[in-house]
């Protein structure tokens, strides 16, 4: 059974940094592309920052040149470094991975973790 646990989410004044950290345990062969979305209240979850496995990265507009999304494979972790956090930063962030459980899979598939609750204040 494979698990993603977010952990590194808290209260910061706008400015501050935080960094998120997304664990996945369980037995499978390779964690392909991994992701980071955010869920404000009242609005739809949106994409932050996705990273494949060869570190290649792709992020929204609103957090280019601000947050940084890395990946440790050994650890198969990933990490999300925000850093001049704004109010509208604040959401539930939730981390993706798509899990390749055979080496012969084409495709991975697609686990979620339950959230990390980041919170900026003015």
């Known amino acids: 059974q494979v698990q993603l646990v977010e952990s590194g989410g808290g209260l910061v004044q706008a400015g501050g940094s935080l960094r998120l950290s997304c664990a996945a345990s369980?037995?499978?062969?390779?964690?392909?592309?991994m992701g980071w979305y955010r869920q404000a209240p009242g609005k739809q979850r949106e994409l932050v920052a996705t990273?494949?496995?060869?570190?290649?990265?792709n992020y929204a507009d609103s957090v280019k040149g601000r947050f940084t999304i890395s990946r440790d494979n050994a650890k198969n972790t990933v990490y999300l470094e925000m850093n001049s956090l704004k109010p509208e930063d604040t959401a539930v962030y939730s981390c993706?991975?798509?899990?390749?459980?055979?080496?012969?899979?084409?495709?991975?598939?697609?686990?979620w973790g339950k959230g990390t609750l980041v919170t900026v204040s003015s």
């Open positions: 993706s991975a798509a899990i390749r459980f055979r080496t012969y899979d084409l495709y991975g598939t697609g686990y």
């Open positions: 990273i494949t496995f060869g570190g290649n990265t």
């Open positions: 369980g037995l499978f062969f390779r964690i392909d592309t």
